[in-house]
Each structure stands twice: as C-alpha cells, then as structure tokens.
C-alpha cells in the first residue's frame, strides 16, 4: 500500500513538474500554442531518450539482453507509427482544434465560458475533464469490438518498453482526436490547455510503458 501511494506521488510530482515548465514565461511574456507546441516536442524526445538510456542501463524485462541490432529495430518501428500519428495530429487534428477553440472562445460558448473561474481553477477543471474523457475513451476501446481493433495495435507489442507509449494505429488517433471535438464545443476548453495535457499525459505514459 505504501509503495502504491509513493509511486502515485511520484506521478503527480512529476506532472505538476511538467506543467510547470511547460508553462514557464518567456521574456516575461505567458506562453503561447506555437511555444507549448515546441516545449512539448522538446519534452517527448528528451523523455524518450532519458527513459530508453535508463531501460538499457538497469532493463526491467531481459528482452534484448546481450541484443544490439533488436533494440533499434524495435525503437525504430515504434518511432516510425509514432511520427506518422504526430504528423497527422499537428497538420490536420490541430487545425480542427484551433478552430474550434476560436469559435468557442469568439461566442464564449461552452462551460468554462458560462461558469467564471480563477485561471488556476479553469486550468484545473480542463486538465480534470480531459483526463476523464481519456479514461472513458481507453475503457471504450477494451470493452468494444470495433475499437478494440485499432486499439490492439498498442498491446500488440510483445517487448514493451518506453517507444511502445508510441505504437498507436493511426485510426485510433483519428477517431480520439475527431470524438473529442464535441467535448472541446461543450466545454469551451482552449487548445493551449488541450496541448498541456497532451504534453502532461504522453510523458506519463512514456514513464509507465
């Protein structure tokens, strides 16, 4: 049970850190999409590569021991799903999510709109939603057939390490990010808060994998 709490403490510790630079001012100024956008690249690579030295160093699993070409391949093929997903995401998935996050904010529609909340609490309330939304979207994608199709692309990975965080069918990404535009209509959450958590939660995964 102690073990339990101590590695969810850890979990928060190391999300709060996250945000936390993430959101660091720059020249004095808050942050913008373009600049959450770079940081968190920047994030998911230097994760990766601290996590994959720590997984070659002291591994979990002996799944490539005294294995040098293994590793790379394997890293290789998750890489290549993950780019082709973060492509998709940044040049179409993206421009949806702005424009909705324009719209709702120009009609100061949806639920953060309507209720006025101090900006920690607004961030709070977002980053709380989305992360339910998450939970009931993974659920839905182990309890139903069709789902679960794309969704097995993930659990398929025989050696699991930090790059499988990555190896996610492209229809998978498309159908959670499409399913989310609703949400993001209803709740008026802006898109900076949506590329914080996205930032947030891909290196958590990556920690856990």
Do not use: C
Request: proline share 3%.
């Amino acid at each position: 049970m102690k073990r339990t709490r101590l590695i969810i403490a850890t979990l928060l510790l190391i999300q709060v850190l996250i945000a936390a630079f993430l959101l660091l001012p720059e020249g004095g100024k808050a942050v913008d999409v373009a600049t959450l956008l770079n940081r968190k690249s920047s994030l998911s690579v230097g994760v990766m590569v601290l996590l994959l030295a720590w997984e070659t160093l002291a591994p979990f699993f002996p799944f490539f021991l005294g294995k040098w070409r293994e590793p790379g391949l394997h890293a290789g093929r998750n890489f290549i799903v993950g780019t082709l997903n973060s492509v998709v995401v940044s040049t179409f998935i993206a421009t949806v999510w702005l424009w909705v996050s324009r719209w709702t904010d120009a009609h100061q529609f949806g639920l953060f709109h309507w209720v006025k909340l101090p900006g920690w609490a607004n961030l709070l309330g977002a980053v709380l939603l989305l992360d339910v939304w998450m939970y009931k979207w993974h659920w839905m994608n182990h309890r139903f057939g069709f789902l679960w199709r794309f969704h097995r692309l993930h659990h398929s990975d025989a050696r699991m390490d930090v790059t499988t965080a990555s190896r996610f069918h492209l229809g998978e990404i498309l159908f959670s990010s499409l399913l989310r535009v609703p949400l993001l209509v209803l709740s008026g959450i802006q898109l900076w808060q949506v590329v914080l958590y996205e930032a947030v939660l891909f290196a958590v995964v990556q920690f856990q994998h």
